[in-house]
């Protein structure tokens, strides 16, 4: 699983699920929202909370990737 690797993970709970274990809030470090399926989920993606979201969830991989480097690059560089 990437969290166990300590890769960035972006993860949505639905109304109704059990927050237990990597559900419950907190235990991934980041915010993990809410959503309900039956609800316009485009009122959601052009929200504020999205967007401030998705926009920490593309820091961490740029910051993942700087510190890191780029895998395929890697594996090419020790064959």
Do not use: H, T
Not at 7 to 24: H, I, M, N, Q
Not at 27 to 32: D, E, L, R, T
Not at 44 to 66: G, H, K
Request: glycine share 8%.
């Amino acid at each position: 699983m990437g969290f166990q690797l300590g890769l960035p993970v972006l993860a949505f709970r639905e109304e109704g699920v059990l927050a237990d274990g990597v559900l419950e809030q907190g235990v991934m470090a980041s915010y993990m929202p809410e959503v309900s399926l039956d609800s316009d989920i485009e009122s959601f993606l052009v929200s504020p909370e999205w967007r401030q979201l998705i926009n920490r969830f593309e820091a961490d991989v740029r910051e993942l990737r700087r510190i890191r480097g780029i895998p395929s690059l890697l594996r090419v560089r020790s064959a």
